[in-house]
């Protein structure tokens, strides 16, 4: 009897039958519901986008943020997209501004005014009806290696810092854009790697509160930390070929992994190396005929 | 000489009597619009409020309202001298006065080879006229300056698709028509430009100032019956 494996410590084992309409079914039943991973999700890069509030249900007090993308004319849930801080928005602070950092520190910024090179990211309030009133955009959290700031100069070149992560999160920490307008600001990273930012809004609609939940907006500063890959899944197709199986393996993308085959779950020997260039990857593996059965796993090399 | 006090009237309170045929718009969001079609480029003014466009933009007034009067700081010495008056619409909003955007959205990126370029090609008015940037760690990133003359260094560099916000400036209240044109590389027709296309623009002083202009005219009027006798 031949059985689908995976590799230990992170071995697991999968019934030979399985049922992967169930599981899509439970995956398109949660899209809505999670967040995609970092690779699912659109990269938002150099279009020209906003960060919007909408009443939505239309008629209700419910805010709701979502990304509008405005060179696509296309908008996206919070949680399918990823914006995206290009390496090459890394400036030094200059002397005179210690509250956007230390003098000759780093800081990955996407500038107030458009940078083909870079995502140009905006605020929007465009979506909410005119009659609104006091909307308030709060940084209710930031979960990140580094901290995050926003500012803008007035006209005269006055530096108004609206967020920084450096003193601790407070109600002082928020956007306060024009109701049915739109503005952009100077967002700044203090280091690499993935940012999610908090976002709630709130304003009074209709002469009564409106809020937001709390949003959780994720910005990829890169270049991002290499990540370790992680263990494996191997489910086996349920039809046999000739002498081979055909296994399907999910892992870290770009990531190598060694399938190996035991009889006794004892002794294990390589059967091929496999790159996870996409997810799933199919590998065919043989099946010699010196055994009733065979297990299979997938291990990092 | 019913008459005559009324045509000294006329004379002082011609800052704020409307010519005809023409919108104010005064606050709210709108821009100078950049369209292509059929080989032409289309400068126009689109009134964000109304969603209305005017086409040619000279049937728009843009008023520079009171509150964008200011004291030009020694950090906007090359548009006007330190310590005088100086008018800015500034690129961040401000709901008393007009929010004043540049709009490429009308065109598609793809069409394009680069940025566009709306280059400063006239200034008539009674002051100079100019746009400048606030970069990120504040330093002043002049766009368009008539204080030193116009030349082919002022002007604005605009992404395809796309829109954006300056700082406009004024030195002086009163009627200014600026002359703009729009070129760029077009991804089937080549190098196209749009020609000089006027835009007029009104710059309201503070009522102070009103009042001050009202009695200098009356006195030049007092003065000029005088001398009549």
Same mark, same amino acid.
């Not at chain 1, 399918?80 to 801080?85: D, F, G, K, T």
């Not at chain 1, 108004?160 to 999160?169: F, I, K, Y």
């Given at each position: 009897?031949?059985?689908?494996?995976?590799?230990?410590?992170?071995?697991?084992?999968?019934?030979?039958?399985?049922?992967?309409?169930?599981?899509?079914?439970?995956?398109?039943?949660?899209?809505?519901?999670?967040?995609?991973?970092?690779?699912?999700?659109?990269?938002?890069?150099?279009?020209?986008?906003?960060?919007?509030?909408?009443?939505?249900?239309?008629?209700?007090?419910?805010?709701?943020?979502?990304?509008?993308?405005?060179?696509?004319?296309?908008?996206?849930?919070?949680?399918?997209?990823?914006?995206?801080?290009?390496?090459?928005?890394?400036?030094?602070?200059?002397?005179?501004?210690?509250?956007?950092?230390?003098?000759?520190?780093?800081?990955?910024?996407?500038?107030?005014?458009?940078?083909?090179?870079?995502?140009?990211?905006?605020?929007?309030?465009?979506?909410?009806?005119?009659?609104?009133?006091?909307?308030?955009?709060?940084?209710?959290?930031?979960?990140?290696?580094?901290?995050?700031?926003?500012?803008?100069?007035?006209?005269?070149?006055?530096?108004?810092?609206?967020?920084?992560?450096?003193?601790?999160?407070?109600?002082?920490?928020?956007?306060?854009?024009?109701?049915?307008?739109?503005?952009?600001?100077?967002?700044?990273?203090?280091?690499?790697?993935?940012?999610?930012?908090?976002?709630?809004?709130?304003?009074?609609?209709?002469?009564?509160?409106?809020?937001?939940?709390?949003?959780?907006?994720?910005?990829?500063?890169?270049?991002?930390?290499?990540?370790?890959?992680?263990?494996?899944?191997?489910?086996?197709?349920?039809?046999?070929?000739?002498?081979?199986?055909?296994?399907?393996?999910?892992?870290?993308?770009?990531?190598?992994?060694?399938?190996?085959?035991?009889?006794?779950?004892?002794?294990?020997?390589?059967?091929?190396?496999?790159?996870?260039?996409?997810?799933?990857?199919?590998?065919?593996?043989?099946?010699?005929?010196?055994?009733?059965?065979?297990?299979?796993?997938?291990?990092?090399? | 000489?019913?008459?005559?006090?009324?045509?000294?009237?006329?004379?002082?309170?011609?800052?704020?009597?409307?010519?005809?045929?023409?919108?104010?718009?005064?606050?709210?969001?709108?821009?100078?619009?950049?369209?292509?079609?059929?080989?032409?480029?289309?400068?126009?003014?689109?009134?964000?409020?109304?969603?209305?466009?005017?086409?040619?933009?000279?049937?728009?007034?843009?008023?520079?309202?009171?509150?964008?009067?200011?004291?030009?700081?020694?950090?906007?010495?090359?548009?006007?001298?330190?310590?005088?008056?100086?008018?800015?619409?500034?690129?961040?909003?401000?709901?008393?006065?007009?929010?004043?955007?540049? /709009?490429?959205?009308?065109?598609?990126? @793809?069409?394009?080879? !680069? %940025?566009?370029?709306? +280059?400063?090609?006239? #200034?008539?008015? $009674?002051?100079?006229?100019?746009?400048?940037?606030?970069?990120?760690?504040?330093?002043?990133?002049?766009?368009?300056?008539?204080?030193?003359?116009?030349?082919?260094?002022?002007?604005?560099?605009?992404?395809?698709?796309?829109?954006?916000?300056?700082?406009?400036?004024?030195?002086?209240?009163?009627?200014?028509?600026?002359?703009?044109?729009?070129? /760029?590389?077009?991804?089937?027709?080549? @190098?196209?430009?749009? !020609? %000089?296309?006027?835009? +007029?623009?009104?710059? #309201?002083?503070? $009522?102070?100032?009103?009042?001050?202009?009202?009695?200098?005219?009356?006195?030049?009027?007092?003065?000029?019956?005088?001398?009549?006798?």
């Amino acid at each position: 009897m031949r059985r689908a494996g995976l590799g230990r410590p992170a071995a697991r084992f999968l019934p030979m039958k399985f049922t992967l309409v169930s599981l899509l079914l439970v995956g398109l039943f949660t899209a809505r519901s999670f967040a995609v991973s970092l690779t699912e999700r659109v990269r938002l890069t150099i279009e020209h986008v906003d960060l919007k509030v909408i009443l939505a249900p239309e008629g209700t007090n419910l805010l709701k943020f979502i990304v509008l993308d405005h060179d696509r004319a296309t908008n996206y849930f919070t949680t399918n997209a990823v914006l995206v801080v290009a390496e090459s928005s890394k400036l030094s602070v200059p002397e005179g501004f210690p509250e956007l950092g230390p003098s000759g520190s780093d800081l990955w910024v996407l500038p107030a005014s458009q940078n083909p090179l870079l995502l140009y990211l905006g605020i929007n309030a465009t979506g909410l009806p005119l009659s609104a009133q006091r909307l308030d955009l709060f940084l209710r959290r930031i979960d990140g290696p580094g901290h995050f700031l926003a500012w803008q100069f007035a006209s005269a070149g006055g530096l108004a810092v609206s967020h920084s992560t450096r003193d601790g999160l407070t109600e002082a920490d928020r956007f306060n854009p024009v109701v049915g307008g739109h503005e952009h600001h100077n967002l700044g990273f203090s280091t690499n790697g993935l940012f999610t930012l908090w976002f709630q809004a709130r304003a009074t609609v209709g002469g009564t509160n409106a809020w937001s939940p709390e949003t959780p907006i994720l910005f990829a500063v890169e270049p991002l930390p290499a990540i370790p890959a992680g263990p494996a899944t191997l489910v086996a197709s349920a039809t046999e070929l000739a002498g081979s199986l055909q296994l399907h393996l999910q892992g870290t993308p770009k990531a190598a992994y060694q399938v190996e085959r035991s009889a006794d779950l004892a002794n294990w020997e390589p059967v091929t190396e496999v790159i996870a260039s996409e997810n799933p990857v199919s590998v065919t593996v043989p099946l010699p005929g010196h055994s009733t059965q065979w297990f299979f796993r997938a291990r990092r090399p | 000489m019913k008459s005559q006090l009324l045509f000294a009237l006329a004379l002082t309170a011609g800052f704020i009597l409307p010519a005809s045929a023409q919108t104010f718009l005064t606050s709210g969001h709108a821009d100078i619009g950049i369209a292509y079609a059929a080989g032409l480029f289309d400068l126009h003014v689109h009134d964000g409020e109304t969603d209305t466009e005017f086409s040619p933009p000279s049937g728009a007034v843009l008023v520079v309202g009171s509150a964008a009067q200011t004291t030009t700081p020694g950090a906007l010495s090359a548009l006007a001298p330190v310590g005088s008056s100086l008018w800015i619409l500034p690129k961040t909003e401000n709901p008393s006065l007009l929010f004043l955007g540049f /709009g490429t959205e009308e065109l598609t990126i @793809a069409d394009w080879t !680069g %940025t566009l370029s709306l +280059s400063l090609k006239s #200034v008539s008015g $009674p002051g100079n006229f100019g746009i400048y940037d606030v970069g990120t760690f504040g330093d002043i990133q002049l766009k368009m300056n008539s204080a030193d003359g116009v030349t082919a260094g002022d002007s604005l560099s605009l992404v395809p698709g796309s829109h954006g916000h300056y700082n406009l400036t004024f030195t002086a209240p009163g009627d200014y028509t600026i002359g703009l044109e729009a070129s /760029g590389i077009h991804a089937v027709d080549g @190098a196209v430009t749009s !020609g %000089t296309v006027n835009y +007029s623009f009104t710059v #309201v002083p503070e $009522p102070e100032e009103y009042a001050a202009l009202a009695a200098a005219g009356l006195l030049g009027f007092a003065v000029w019956r005088r001398s009549r006798r």
